[in-house]
């Protein structure tokens, strides 16, 4: 009973990691997992390293990213991410 209890936790734990870590803004364009990108087809977030995907999002607020000529439109989706938000996607996308 008392694994029961355990493993139930340790799964809602990892589903709402997962929900809460990535904006609905995002998924239209990288899907939940960051497996795509619908404009951009050689990027996909989810091969990319935590630190980077954070780098990226960082640079993409500050409007210094621009890996693949479309820097300035994420940068209307990245501008408004927190540390603590950025972070949470990069733990969920990232490797
Ligand atoms: C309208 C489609 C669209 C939406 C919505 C969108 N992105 Fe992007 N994203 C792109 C494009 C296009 C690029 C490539 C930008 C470039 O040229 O550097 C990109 C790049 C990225 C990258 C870097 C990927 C790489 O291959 O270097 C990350 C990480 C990322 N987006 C995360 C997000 C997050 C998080 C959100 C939500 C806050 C978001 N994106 C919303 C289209 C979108």
Redesign the pocket.
């Given at each position: 009973m008392k694994k029961l209890a355990i493993a139930s936790i340790a799964a809602l734990t990892v589903a709402s990691t997962l929900m809460a870590g990535?904006?609905g803004?995002?998924v239209?364009?990288?899907g939940k997992d960051?497996s795509k990108?619908?404009?951009?087809k050689?990027?996909?977030?989810n091969t990319?390293k935590k630190a980077?995907?954070v780098a990226?999002?960082n640079g993409?607020k500050a409007g210094t990213?621009?890996?693949?000529?479309?820097?300035m439109?994420?940068k209307n989706?990245?501008k408004n991410?927190s540390d603590a938000?950025?972070q949470d996607?990069a733990n969920t996308?990232g490797k």
């Open positions: 990535v904006p803004s995002c239209g364009c990288h960051g990108n619908t404009m951009v050689q990027s996909k977030p990319m980077d995907i990226a999002l993409y990213q621009n890996t693949y000529g479309k820097g439109m994420m989706f990245a991410l938000q950025i996607i996308w």
